[in-house]
């Protein structure tokens, strides 16, 4: 046989596979199969691929949705955040590493600065919930204001209309609430601006509770896993 | 520290571009509204960040490993809406057909906007539209063994963008 007539062969597998030969053309090409390990396997194939085709809509095979102008400057701007999160959980690490003076050090400094007057001197914080539903995601930022606390929280993966209240936890123990929001799907902006009279410098956690389920955060950089 | 292929902002930037599309087009598809679609391109690359360290160029391409992340994020987004009861406040009901089975043509569609122009053109018209390869080969000009081939090197082509999509059947 020579390679032509293979390759003849061959280049009908497609129109086989879909079912578009003739009797008398079917019958020829089953004929070659018989003897031709290569083409039986390719036929395999081609066929796995043909029995995939119904699934498509030919209607859809015209231009795709164009991607939105301004989405890839979100993409970064929520990556630039994440970079944010993961610079301040390495310094948090280092400065678990860094050993025992430097924490002794860092622990007077805090102790005269932050913790009498507490209020504006405490950095803002960004605290990710990690303990989380694999669907869940919660994130907030804390920043110190005169009046104690400002918070903005954001969530998805809950239910749409879902109430989520807020709590901060004080470093003696109390829990404060610092108000509620609902979640809506398909909003605007997920994230909502809650406010506390408790001071940052004083916050030891942050707590929300979603339906029936409480999730809390460490604050203070103490506890958060890295 | 292992060097992932997006450990850099730039990196993200990159893939986005290269990929972004892509992914939107998929997320749109999948989930019938755009505004869930942004979302889920949004969180892909999100997950992908944090997962930048642990990718390895040489088991997969960053195409394939986002396209998995997008998966899963679309299937997180689809239960979240099963979960959910009525019709979201202010939107519009997105579409409710069975997910994998959406997942699926969109990888077989967007296949078929892979391959080049003259094999789609034949599978379309011989495929989906049921014409005989005599008249498709009149219309195109061409011999009929032309037609013929034409199908076979274009469920080919198929075969290889179907992997390209992230199809593992």
């Not at chain 1, 913790?115 to 989380?132: D, I, R």
């Not at chain 1, 902006?189 to 956690?205: C, E, F, H, I």
């Not at chain 2, 990196?11 to 986005?16: H, K, T």
Request: include cysteine.
């Amino acid at each position: 046989m020579t390679a032509d007539h293979n390759r003849e062969w061959r280049e009908s597998l497609g129109a086989y596979a879909l079912g578009h030969l003739s009797d008398e053309e079917r019958a020829g090409l089953e004929a070659h199969l018989e003897g031709c390990a290569d083409c039986r396997a390719e036929l395999e194939s081609l066929s796995a691929v043909g029995r995939l085709l119904p699934l498509a809509d030919p209607e859809q095979l015209g231009t795709p949705p164009a991607l939105p102008r301004d989405l890839g400057d979100r993409v970064m701007a929520s990556i630039a955040g994440e970079r944010r999160q993961s610079r301040r959980r390495r310094f948090r690490f280092g400065f678990a590493l860094s050993g025992a003076t430097a924490a002794i050090a860092a622990a007077a400094i805090l102790a005269i600065f932050i913790l009498p007057g507490g209020g504006e001197e405490a950095p803002s914080q960004e605290v990710a919930f990690a303990s989380l539903p694999p669907k869940m995601q919660i994130g907030a930022r804390l920043e110190p204001r005169p009046f104690g606390t400002e918070l903005h929280v954001y969530v998805s993966g809950v239910r749409s209309g879902e109430l989520c209240r807020v709590f901060l936890e004080s470093k003696n123990g109390n829990r404060l609430s610092a108000g509620s929001f609902r979640y809506r799907w398909g909003g605007e902006d997920s994230q909502a601006t809650l406010s506390s009279g408790l001071d940052l410098a004083r916050t030891k956690a942050i707590g929300i509770r979603v339906g029936d389920r409480t999730f809390v955060e460490s604050v203070d950089g103490g506890g958060e896993a890295s | 520290m292992a060097s992932g292929a997006l450990t850099r902002e730039q990196d993200v930037r990159e893939a986005y571009s290269a990929h972004g599309s892509e992914l939107y087009g998929f997320a749109v598809r999948s989930l019938g509204d755009a505004g869930l679609a942004e979302e889920a391109v949004q969180e892909t690359f999100v997950r992908a960040w944090r997962a930048g360290e642990r990718f390895d160029p040489q088991i997969g391409s960053l195409r394939t490993w986002l396209f998995a992340i997008l998966r899963n994020v679309v299937i997180d987004l689809g239960r979240a809406r099963a979960a959910r009861p009525g019709v979201a406040e202010g939107g519009i009901e997105p579409s409710v057909e069975p997910l994998n089975e959406v997942l699926l043509s969109w990888q077989v569609e967007e296949a078929l906007r892979r391959i080049g122009e003259d094999h789609r053109r034949v599978i379309v018209e011989s495929f989906y539209r049921g014409r005989p390869y005599a008249e498709i080969a009149e219309e195109l000009g061409v011999p009929e063994g032309t037609v013929k081939s034409r199908v076979y090197y274009g469920l080919r082509a198929l075969r290889v963008a179907l992997e390209e999509t992230g199809y593992d059947g």
